[in-house]
Nanobody
Framework: QVQLVESGGGLVQAGGSLRLSCAAS????????MGWFRQAPGKERDFVAA????????SYRDSVKGRFTISRDNAKNTVYLQMNSLKPEDTAVYYC?????????????????WGQGTQVTVSS
C-alpha cells in the first residue's frame, strides 16, 4: 500500500507557474506508474499527465502539452508536476495517483491509490 500527499498548490495569475509535488510513503514507489488528475468545480475528474515507473515514458492531455511537465525522483519517492503558462481554465483541485499497471494509463479506474488533492487557482 502507498499513501500520497500533494503540496504546492495555490493562487497564481494567468501566465504564471506552479510546481506540484506528491510525496509517497513506503519503499516501493518505483513499482508504481504515477499520474496527475484534476477536478474543476461542477466537473468530472480528468486526466492531466502520467509517468512510467522509471520515468522514461510520459503522457499528457492535449490542453496541457507544452505547458506542463511531469517528472519523478524515485530516490525521494516524489512525483512532480511543473505547470507553466497557467490559464484560468487550469483552475481545479489536482490529485496525484499511483497505479500498479506496467505502462502509463489515462484511465482513472486503473489507479489504485489517490492523494487528498491540492487546490490550484489561476486568476485572470
Amino acid at each position: 500500500q502507498v499513501q500520497l500527499v500533494e503540496s504546492g498548490g495555490g493562487l497564481v495569475q494567468a501566465g504564471g507557474s506552479l510546481r506540484l509535488s506528491c510525496a509517497a510513503s513506503g519503499r516501493t514507489f518505483s513499482s508504481y506508474a504515477m499520474g496527475w488528475f484534476r477536478q474543476a468545480p461542477g466537473k468530472e475528474r480528468d486526466f492531466v499527465a502520467a509517468i512510467s515507473r522509471g520515468g522514461g515514458s510520459t503522457s499528457y492531455r492535449d490542453s496541457v502539452k507544452g505547458r506542463f511537465t511531469i517528472s519523478r525522483d524515485n530516490a525521494k519517492n516524489t512525483v512532480y508536476l511543473q505547470m507553466n503558462s497557467l490559464k484560468p481554465e487550469d483552475t481545479a483541485v489536482y490529485y496525484c495517483a499511483a497505479t500498479l499497471r506496467l505502462l502509463t494509463t489515462t484511465a482513472e479506474p486503473d489507479y489504485n491509490y489517490w492523494g487528498q488533492g491540492t487546490q490550484v487557482t489561476v486568476s485572470s
